[in-house]
T-cell receptor, first 114, second 112 residues
């Protein structure tokens, strides 16, 4: 049972480039989400999904897209990277709603946009 | 939306002492309050959580207390050990709302 797996671990992009951060979980969790972590700001929700085919915006969705074609996978796409998107990104999943269930986090992706 | 404030931002204690981290929340409808521990370079991991129908919960050396009237909750770590050194995050969420809000984090250092 690998839990939540994120790739890549590190990434450097130039402004304007696009990329996809991958996230997969093998716990059959319905709920998945993406957070960004910035110094002094805790974890902020970007997008989340309550099941395959269903996604919704979180607190800071601008500049990011998501899709949920399967229960296992929840990729995060940066369409045109900006320096403000330099951050550590965490994918998380939970068995029940994020509103009242423990989150299981991946190991994170450290993204630098120059 | 919900706003969660966490204090202090840094905390240094001597091994064996107690540590207390406090959080306040703004939305009285919030009813789930987890605490996550993040060691350096690692993922956040749940250490304890509390729901609004109880005022206190303990798990060995850690405990969380909740004051719904004042809208604040606290993490208490007793007999601290160097391996307790990490960043601790509090969070709060409302029923049927997946937008859990996190505090800014507290960096706890336990000196041997």
């Amino acid at each position: 049972n690998a839990g939540v797996t994120q790739t890549p671990k590190f990434q450097v992009l130039k402004t304007g480039q696009s990329m996809t951060l991958q996230c997969a979980q093998d716990m059959n969790h319905e709920y998945m989400s993406w957070y960004r972590q910035d110094p002094g700001m805790g974890l902020r929700l970007i997008h989340y999904s309550v099941g395959a085919g269903i996604t919704d915006q979180g607190e800071v969705p601008n500049g990011y897209n998501v899709s949920r074609s399967t229960t296992e996978d929840f990729p995060l796409r940066l369409l045109s990277a900006a320096p403000s998107q330099t951050s550590v990104y965490f994918c998380a999943s939970s068995y029940g709603s994020h509103a009242d269930s423990p989150l299981h986090f991946g190991n994170g992706t450290r993204l630098t946009v120059t | 939306g919900e706003n969660v404030e966490q204090h202090p931002s840094t905390l240094s204690v001597q091994e064996g002492d107690s540590a207390v981290i406090k959080c306040t929340y703004s939305d009285s409808a919030s009813n789930y309050f987890p605490w996550y521990k993040q060691e350096l370079g690692k993922r956040p991991q749940l250490i304890i959580d509390i729901r609004s129908n109880v005022g206190e919960k303990k798990d060995q050396r850690i405990a969380v207390t909740l004051n719904k009237t004042a809208k604040h909750f606290s993490l208490h770590i007793t007999e601290t050990q160097p391996e307790d050194s990490a960043v601790y995050f509090c969070a709060a969420s409302k029923p049927n709302n997946n937008d859990m809000r996190f505090g800014a984090g507290t960096r706890l250092t336990v000196k041997p």
